[in-house]
């Protein structure tokens, strides 16, 4: 049992760590511009909002999901 918990913590603190790092290189990518390993990540995000909103009732709920992953 104890092993279970130190995996699922050892997760949850990546997970963590990239979302930070997602949220750092959106501010990265829309203050610098065309910056390396970054320049994508806005772009990529408004594409997926796009999507989900041409998606109608079924991209709300894909929304819901993803949310409820990062609470």
Do not use: C, E, R, W
């Amino acid at each position: 049992m104890k092993m279970l918990s130190g995996f699922t913590s050892t997760v949850n603190s990546l997970t963590h760590v990239v979302i930070a790092l997602l949220g750092l290189g959106i501010v990265v990518s829309l203050l610098g511009g065309n910056v390396p390993f970054v320049s994508g990540i806005a772009d990529n995000l408004i594409g997926l909002v796009q999507s989900l909103g041409d998606a109608g009732i079924v991209g709300l709920i894909a929304a819901i999901i993803i949310l409820g992953f990062y609470k």
